[in-house]
C-alpha cells in the first residue's frame, strides 16, 4: 500500500480527494498498488464528508511520516506552499501541484532539490488544467526543436471574452459566473490582469526551451481595457479578441514571451476556443503545428491531471521522470523587442474632419479601415510593420487617443 497526503480542500484538493476516494479501485489496479489517502491538510473543518477523519491541521505530522510517499500540493500561492513542498522533498517525499505560481517562481530549484534526493516533482496540472501538455513537449515531441508555443491559457479570461463576444455582456457579470463555476483564482487578478497565463507560459518555455523563464520577463497585459466597443471593431474586420500567451525562439539563441489582448482572425482555430477551454499550439521542426486541446480549468479535469502525475510517481517511486529545466539566466528572455507584423488600430479624436484628413495624409487611402464618426473613431489594421514605426505615426494624430492590439 502507498499513502499518499493532499495539501488543500479547495476547489481543487476537493476534486483530488473525491477521484482518489470514490475511484480508488481503478486508480489501484492501473498502478498495481493500493492507493491509500493519509491525510488531507487544512486549516477549515469539513466535518460532514465522509471521509472526515483524514483531516488535520499540522504540516509536520506529513512530513514526519514516513509511510507517505508522495504528496500533492494543492493550496496555490508561493507561501507557505514554497517550504512546504522544499521540505517534503529534501525529507524524500515525491511532490505533484498544480500550483503555477509556485513552479513559475521556484520550478528550477524544486527540480534540482528533487534531482538531488532522487524523488519526483511533477506539475502537470499548473497549464492548460486537464489537457495533458507537459509530458507530451517533453516525451512525444522530444525529437523536436520548439520554435515556437501560442495559445489560450486561461480559462477564466476566454470565458468572460466569449460571454462579452456572444452574449454581449459586461465585463464584470461575465467575472462573477467565472468565479461561480469555479474557474477563477482566490485573487481574481491573477486571471483578467494575466498573470495566470504569465506563468503557465513561464513554465511551457522552461521545459521547451530549457532555461528557467522568470514571469518578471515576460510582458504581461490582461483584458481589464478590453471593452465590448473593442470586440465590436474586431469583429467588424473578422477578428474576435483572445488572450494569447505565446513564447518563441529566436534567431540570436535568446527567447521571447508575452501574454496580452490578442485578434485572431476567425479563420484561425484558434478563434473557435470558447469558455473555459484552453488550446495550445506547439510548433515543431519536424511535426509542424501540434494542438493541444481542453478544459484549462474546473474542479474536475485539473484533478483528473493531479491524481494522474501522483499515479506516475506511485509506479517510479525508486526513479526519476525525466521533467526539468536550468536556471534561468540574465539576457537570456528578450524584453524589448520591437516586433514586426499586422496590428489594429482604434483611433479617436475630438475633431473628425480632422482625423480623417490626417488618416488619409499618414496612412493614405489604400489602408483597409472603418470609420464611425457619430464616434470620431476610425479603426483599420495596419499593414505589416515594425511597432516602432507605427507609433511613430500614431504620434503624429495629435490630441488622439489610441488603441493598438496585436493580432495573431
Ligand atoms: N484560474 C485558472 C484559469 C485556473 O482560469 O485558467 C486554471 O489554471
Redesign the pocket.
Known sequence: MVNVAIMGHGVVGSGVAEILINYDKRISEKVKNDVNVKYILDLRDFPNLSYSEKFIKDFNIILEDESVKVVAEVMGGVNPAYDFVKSLLLAGKSVVTSN?ELVAAKGAELIKIAEEKNVNFLFEASVG?GIPILRPLVQCLAANEITEISGI?????NYILNKMIVDNMDFDSALKL?QEKG???KNPA??IEGH?ACR?ICILAALAFGKHVYPEQVKTEGITNITLDDVAAADTFGYVIKLIANTQKLNNGKITASVRPTLVSRENIISGVNG?F?AVMVTGDQTGEVMFYGK??GKEA?ASAVVADIMDCIKHLDSRKYLSWADGSEGYVETNRDEYGKLFVRLTCENFAELERKFGEIFGDTANFVKNQYRNEICFIAEPQYESELNKKLSQFENCESKTLHIL
Open positions: 503555477k488544467g491559457l486561461n480559462g477564466t479570461t467565472a474557474y477563477a483564482e491573477a486571471d495566470d503557465k473555459v484552453n484549462g480549468a485539473t
